[in-house]
């Protein structure tokens, strides 16, 4: 039954997929607001493929730590497509740190350069993370929507731990404003890279901004304690939960 309601929900996802990536296009002579709607769409439709198709619910927890009415990071746990594509749902017109790779996609790189996504392209003289803190500061400045980064690079399977990247420390010091960690479970429900998608209730959990203001190894070590630590327990949750693995 898992396999029958994967295979089903799979097909309608790139179903979806395609009418996005060939609406798209009409967006790019249009105001920036009707390229989010599409990607909005998209997240919806998601939500609710899974929902009744693979009986799989997404749960936001932590609202309330949002910051309203500032600039700030978000920092987000990353093991399946599930959190990219919800962040959309519950952040408003979030800005994202994405793979250069990405812009080489047709239609699908010029849709992120529309929504301005920020790809890292080195400048002479500078460094990678130097180019990135000054990329994404002008982007902040300019256009003062949350900044969202994945700070382990990639997303990582369920029982694997990657290392965080220097980049978010990096923003972190250089635009001085809050961070808002997020824990996910997502990748026991959606693992990375495989077929399968499994019922249940996938938790992102918004957790309490870090101030700006703290020493870069102090940040850096908080950061990835306070994201582990809460992602590893909400795993335990849905393990706890769940019965209908096969």
Same mark, same amino acid.
């Given at each position: 039954?898992?396999?029958?309601? *994967?295979?089903?929900?799979?097909?309608?996802?790139?179903?979806?997929?395609?009418?996005?990536?060939?609406?798209?296009?009409?967006?790019?002579?249009?105001?920036?607001?009707?390229?989010?709607?599409?990607? *909005?769409? +998209?997240?919806?439709?998601?939500?609710?493929?899974?929902?009744?198709?693979?009986?799989?619910?997404?749960?936001?927890?932590?609202?309330?730590?949002?910051?309203?009415?500032?600039?700030?990071?978000?920092?987000?746990?990353?093991?399946?497509?599930?959190?990219?594509?919800?962040?959309?749902?519950?952040?408003?017109?979030?800005?994202?740190?994405?793979?250069? +790779?990405?812009?080489?996609?047709?239609?699908?790189?010029?849709?992120?350069?529309?929504?301005?996504?920020?790809?890292?392209?080195?400048?002479?003289?500078?460094?990678?993370?130097?180019?990135?803190?000054?990329?994404?500061? +002008?982007?902040?400045?300019?256009?003062?929507?949350?900044?969202?980064?994945?700070?382990?690079?990639?997303?990582?399977?369920?029982?694997?731990?990657?290392?965080?990247?220097?980049?978010?420390?990096?923003?972190?010091?250089?635009?001085?404003?809050?961070?808002?960690?997020?824990?996910?479970?997502?990748?026991?429900?959606?693992?990375?890279?495989?077929?399968?998608?499994?019922?249940?209730?996938?938790?992102?959990?918004?957790?309490?901004?870090?101030?700006?203001?703290?020493?870069?190894?102090?940040?850096?070590?908080?950061?990835?304690?306070?994201?582990?630590?809460? *992602?590893?327990?909400?795993?335990?949750?849905?393990?706890? +939960?769940?019965?209908?693995?096969?």
């Amino acid at each position: 039954m898992i396999f029958i309601r *994967s295979l089903v929900s799979n097909i309608v996802f790139y179903i979806v997929l395609i009418i996005c990536i060939i609406i798209a296009p009409i967006t790019f002579i249009l105001p920036r607001i009707f390229i989010f709607k599409i990607i *909005s769409f +998209q997240s919806f439709h998601l939500k609710i493929n899974l929902r009744y198709i693979v009986n799989l619910e997404v749960e936001y927890r932590g609202i309330e730590n949002i910051p309203k009415d500032r600039k700030y990071l978000i920092a987000s746990k990353h093991q399946s497509l599930a959190e990219a594509a919800f962040m959309f749902d519950a952040i408003d017109h979030p800005s994202v740190i994405a793979k250069k +790779q990405l812009l080489l996609i047709p239609i699908v790189g010029l849709a992120f350069k529309k929504a301005n996504f920020i790809y890292v392209n080195r400048t002479k003289g500078e460094t990678p993370i130097e180019t990135l803190v000054r990329t994404s500061k +002008q982007s902040m400045e300019k256009d003062p929507r949350p900044l969202l980064i994945f700070p382990e690079g990639t997303r990582t399977p369920i029982g694997e731990k990657k290392p965080y990247k220097y980049g978010i420390t990096a923003l972190y010091k250089g635009l001085n404003v809050p961070c808002l960690p997020v824990a996910v479970n997502t990748g026991y429900f959606w693992p990375r890279r495989k077929f399968l998608r499994y019922p249940g209730k996938m938790i992102i959990e918004f957790l309490k901004p870090i101030e700006p203001g703290l020493e870069a190894e102090d940040f850096s070590k908080i950061l990835e304690q306070t994201i582990e630590k809460r *992602s590893h327990e909400l795993l335990l949750e849905a393990q706890n +939960q769940s019965t209908d693995r096969v």
